[in-house]
């Protein structure tokens, strides 16, 4: 079980570093978004993963309020996009 959890530690510690590059070097205020957005569903892997390792249910709290802060924050942004295309 040890293997798995580092597997999966190393695999999230990897996508974030990706992510966090992608919120430092751009181009867009757009791909900072996304990559902030991106960066939010790894964490929320990252609290899964250790409550599923611990069997610990306390974290699922957390997991609902960082996911629908992720969703708002998604639509609040799309929709912001797409008035000032226009």
Not at 20 to 49: C, E, F, K, Q
Not at 54 to 60: E, Q, V
Not at 68 to 81: D, M, P, Q, T
């Amino acid at each position: 079980m040890t293997a798995v959890a580092v597997t999966v530690t190393v695999i999230l510690a990897g996508a974030a570093l990706l992510a966090l590059v992608r919120v430092v070097r751009g181009p867009s205020i757009l791909d900072r978004v996304v990559a902030t957005d991106v960066l939010l569903a790894i964490i929320v892997a990252a609290i899964a993963a250790e409550a599923a390792f611990t069997g610990d249910a306390t974290a699922l709290p957390v997991l609902v309020v960082l996911s629908v802060l992720g969703f708002v924050s998604s639509v609040s942004v799309a929709r912001f996009a797409a008035r000032n295309g226009k």
